[in-house]
């Protein structure tokens, strides 16, 4: 048996995509939670046709997008108190100093 990734040449794996991360998954938590309201008059009809399963989807989703946007807001402040960290250590390095070089190295 021949290995699948032989034809195939090997590639540098992309930068992670960063956008508006926290209110791209607040949007999502919401959309979820909304849809599982509109569904949830339609409760008898659902469970009539053994389509109950899409009602606790929906919940579901919005439980899981709160730990997600818990998750992403913490994950936006350590990056930005990283980023601090970065700046404030990248000003207090003298323009010669190898510590300011290290760090101008690891951004470029």
Do not use: N
């Not at 999502?28 to 569904?39: C, D, K, S, Y």
């Not at 946007?69 to 960290?85: E, G, P, S």
């Amino acid at each position: 048996m021949s290995d699948p990734s032989a034809g195939s040449p090997q590639r540098e794996a992309p930068e992670p995509l960063e956008g508006p991360v926290v209110g791209t998954i607040t949007g999502g938590t919401i959309l979820w939670f909304v849809l599982f309201l509109v569904q949830l008059p339609f409760y008898g009809w659902f469970d009539e046709h053994g389509h109950l399963w899409w009602l606790w989807t929906c919940l579901a989703g919005a439980g899981l997008g709160l730990i997600g946007i818990w998750y992403v807001r913490k994950r936006d402040a350590a990056l930005k108190r990283h980023a601090a960290r970065q700046a404030a250590g990248a000003g207090d390095a003298a323009p010669g100093d190898a510590a300011g070089t290290s760090v101008q190295d690891d951004q470029g």
